[in-house]
């Protein structure tokens, strides 16, 4: 799914409809500047160059030999900047730019070893030497020097930072705690593939792959209706009025023909028909009654989202957690993260966007929260009359809880907590017990298990959940949306050249492609 986003950055960076400018005059007091380091690797020596910036495409042809040595400083507003950098062998980018000022054909720029996505915060008065760590897929940019160093280049263009962002725009309790849960789950993760306290990450501004709906792949052998079993929230399916149990009976004005492909592909075909923000309209049956969902197709986009999370505190369970978000890198790579966990990702960030638009807050965000104990057991379920009297039926466990290093498993039912009962149907009658836990303490669960009655026990122990920073560039959307234009799926670049072209194809491979049923 990297590659996807990569495509889709290059895509917003080719067309020629820009939403904003990428260019300011310089100033003094508010310029910082940036070099590529060359860097050589098994006797080959490459270059770096900047091809885009916060979505716009800055490609430089005027300075090709100044790149081509290294020598090249890149102007850039004071803030935070989103670049789009490619990485060459020295010989192939000098041979693309034998005139300085000449254009690549489409054939040469797909000699680029590689392109990557980064975000820099720059300070003015700074220069920052940049280079990239090896040749391949897992290559990172780095810092190598951050000097004091004037910027003087007076009457220069230079790249204009991204907006100011909201700072600490407050969430939902509900939302609140699942993003807490999730930037857990993601410092798991970075913690299992690197030796660093802390980490940083940058997911890049992309279209949603999911159009919205899961199918009922049993409701009918000839495929002449689909069937809806789930809506994913905050899908563009969801936007067009899907419920479950809808039946979709015709495409636009055109009745479903028998197929015997997935329910999934025959929702795709029509899709990569339909031109961005032109009609899309499905005649479905809902109860019995004919019903047409009509609207203009627009793609959820996900907003382009960094976070840093701070993992250099080890605290005892007995001391208070930090207040304190250390200092991180000026650079932040582009670094994939799991499927899974990268759908969980996406579908809570789109839940983000949306609580804060309909509040208003169309602005960018900046949440930064600190290093605290998880206060929740980690336990969902419903009080119930089981055979054994009151208790609390589990219907999921939050990994890593305290719930779940005792060994409770979704299913289980418990009957008491270190031997006192639950004795009334309301949910404080579980809560009031566990928070009397403390940490380090001795404590035994009564349980129903396969109906029979059991005890676990362990030592009580919190879960610390990390401190982090999270940017959401909500303009990232209104830059991709308008990029796209009103052309069909099939036909995004498709007179612009053979890089395009493969890129269009890269991105409809995306959308298409959707493993929970489209």
Known sequence: MNIVYKKVGQVILLTSTMVCTSIVEANNSTCATVSFIPTEINNDSYIAT?????????????????????????????????????????????????????????????????????????EAGHHYDLEFSTNDQTAKVIVKSDILSKCTTTG???????????????????LEYRLRRLMFKLNQHHKSIAKNSQFGNLVPVK????????????????????????????????????????????FGQSPIKASVNAPSTILNNYLNELYFQGDISMKISRDGQAMLLKNKYIPVVIPEVSYNIDNTLSIASNQKASTKLKAYNPVINSTSIPSSLGFEFDQLILEIDDYYRQNNVNNSVTITRKTIWDGRYGIQGDMIESTQGVGFKILNVNNSSPASLIGLAKGDIVLAVNHQKL???????????????????????????????????????????????????????????????????????????????WIKNDIRRAIGHDPLGT
Do not use: C
Not at 66 to 81: F, N, R, V
Not at 100 to 109: A, I, L, Y
Not at 472 to 489: C, H, K, T, W, Y
């Open 50 to 122: 900047i091809i885009g910036n916060n979505g716009v495409s800055v490609r430089d042809y005027k300075h090709s030999r100044a790149i081509a040595k290294g020598e090249y400083e890149y102007s850039l507003a004071e803030g935070s900047h989103t670049l789009l950098v490619e990485q060459w062998r020295s010989g192939h980018y000098r041979r693309a730019f034998r005139k300085t000022g000449r254009q690549m054909k489409s054939s040469e720029k797909l000699a680029a070893i590689q392109t990557k996505t980064i975000q820099i915060d720059v």
């Open 423 to 501: 004795t009334e149907l309301k949910i404080n009658n579980i809560t009031s017990k566990l928070e009397q836990l403390q940490p380090q303490d001795n404590y035994t669960l009564t349980i129903l298990r396969d109906n029979k009655v059991v005890e676990v026990a362990d030592v009580f122990q919190r879960t610390l959940l990390p401190g982090f920073n999270l940017n959401l560039d909500f303009e990232s959307v209104s830059i991709v949306q308008s990029a796209l234009g009103d052309r069909r799926l099939v036909d995004i670049n498709k007179t612009t050249g053979e890089i395009e072209r």
């Open 156 to 174: 220069k263009k230079l790249f204009a930072a991204k907006a100011n962002a909201n700072n600490n725009v407050s969430l939902p309790e509900s």
């Open 207 to 250: 279209l949603n792959n999911y159009f919205g709906l899961v199918f009922d792949k049993n409701h009918s052998t000839q495929n002449q209706s689909l069937r809806v079993l789930t809506v994913l929230p905050n899908s563009f399916a969801h936007k067009l009025g899907f419920i479950s149990g809808d039946v979709i009976t015709e």
